[in-house]
């Protein structure tokens, strides 16, 4: 009897707690309305009577979960002539680093042209029968997640082409006061790094797109979203979470991203969706200790083995005080420490681990052990500097 007492107690806490998750995901009384809804309702002229090629996915919906795409095909004073996909494909299910081909839309007639294929920027060819370009597409806000890079290779194309760019905004999941990590350097920009950016940027892709422009100079209209503000989290929005891709299905795997998922060519390796991260070798209390031991904020370190490879599954505890990058680098210096793997190099060519790194110098001093706060110095001057520039590019207050 007592057995069952505590089972059904256990059932009701899980019952509580999903339910408290879920109200902090999704609120009837939304407080921002996205860009692709003043679009419509205040900014329609924009559109009307335009060609137009849509840079989207599956994440390109209002909060009504219409999508942009239908609203332009289905509406009589716009002209949808053609689809652009990125990463993961139209439909956001093709794994990472999976080429997607084109193809023609069943419904639309209209060609889905892939932007994660042969070919990663649009065409002379793809552009001719366009009048402009129209971004909507959900970031998570790290400079490794490739939708920006495929935002910043259309906005080169449009000024090689002579078309406009409209970037319908949406919200950085992390908020926009999370700036941190490595700053990329120009030797090591590639397409999980297309600007000189930190790991967090704190921008929304409209900001981003701001920001690219400084080079580019293309014909750039942001439409802005409303009722959002730069400390809200995704959470704070009221908006519904769209898996942005096959291994971020909610926000939490988008806030631990950066935490868990740097350690590319090391062995150490994320899993469940990147609230688990570990290798083979590490003792998995010995590693949850050392980290508990640093006293990062905002997380709670649980050892959890998985087969051969020990590791700990992260908690939030406090999102808004949680630091992504700054715990992702901690946790590749404990687990060097720990079992010395080897640091993938750039010799003749980038490595992906300096890549997602943006240089080569947190590799060098992870593989040398310095203690932890010595990585966070060594990019602290870069970060300090894209701080101050990045202030030109904001629109949120």
């Not at 007592?2 to 009701?12: N, P, Q, S, V």
Request: charge should be neutral; proline fraction near 5%.
């Amino acid at each position: 009897m007592k057995k069952i007492i505590k089972l059904i107690t256990l059932i009701g806490i899980f019952i509580i707690l999903v339910n408290i998750l879920t109200s902090h995901v999704y609120d009837e009384n939304i407080k921002t309305k996205l860009g692709n809804e003043v679009l419509f309702e205040k900014h329609f002229d924009l559109i009307k009577g335009k060609r137009i090629g849509l840079i989207t996915n599956h994440t390109g919906l209002n909060s009504q979960f219409e999508s942009t795409a239908a609203l332009l095909a289905n509406n009589h004073q716009t002209n949808l002539v053609a689809l652009f996909a990125p990463e993961h494909g139209l439909d956001g299910k093709a794994k990472a680093g999976e080429y997607v081909e084109s193809y023609l839309h069943d419904q639309y007639k209209i060609p889905v042209y892939s932007l994660y294929g042969p070919t990663r920027k649009p065409t002379p060819k793809m552009l001719e029968n366009i009048d402009l370009l129209l971004y909507d597409i959900q970031d998570i806000g790290a400079r490794t997640y490739t939708y920006i890079s495929t935002l910043n290779y259309c906005m080169w194309a449009a000024k090689e082409n002579g078309k406009t760019v409209i970037v319908l905004d949406r919200p950085n999941p992390l908020g926009g006061l999370i700036v941190d990590g490595p700053v990329s350097e120009e030797d090591f920009l590639s397409f999980v790094g297309v600007d000189i950016l930190p790991m967090a940027h704190g921008m929304t892709v409209g900001e981003l797109a701001r920001y690219f422009n400084r080079h580019i100079g293309a014909r750039l209209i942001v439409v802005p979203m409303e009722g959002y503000t730069r400390d809200m989290m995704f959470p704070d929005t009221g908006l519904y979470w769209v898996p942005t891709s096959p291994m971020i299905p909610d926000f939490f795997s988008a806030l631990l991203y950066m935490a868990t998922g740097l350690g590319e060519g090391t062995g150490i390796r994320q899993g469940d969706y990147f609230k688990w991260v570990g290798g083979k070798g590490i003792d998995s209390q010995i590693f949850a200790q050392e980290l508990k031991q640093i006293n990062l904020p905002g997380v709670r370190f649980v050892p959890e083995t998985k087969g051969e490879f020990g590791g700990v599954r992260l908690f939030i505890t406090d999102m808004r005080a949680f630091q992504p990058v700054s715990t992702g680098l901690c946790i590749l210096s404990c687990s060097h420490k720990l079992i010395a793997y080897p640091v993938p190099k750039s010799v003749n060519e980038l490595t992906m681990f300096d890549k997602i790194m943006g240089t080569d110098s947190i590799g060098q001093l992870i593989e040398n052990d310095v203690p932890y706060q010595d990585l966070k110095k060594a990019y602290w001057e870069p970060l300090e500097n894209f701080k101050k520039e990045r202030k030109k590019y904001l629109i949120y207050q």
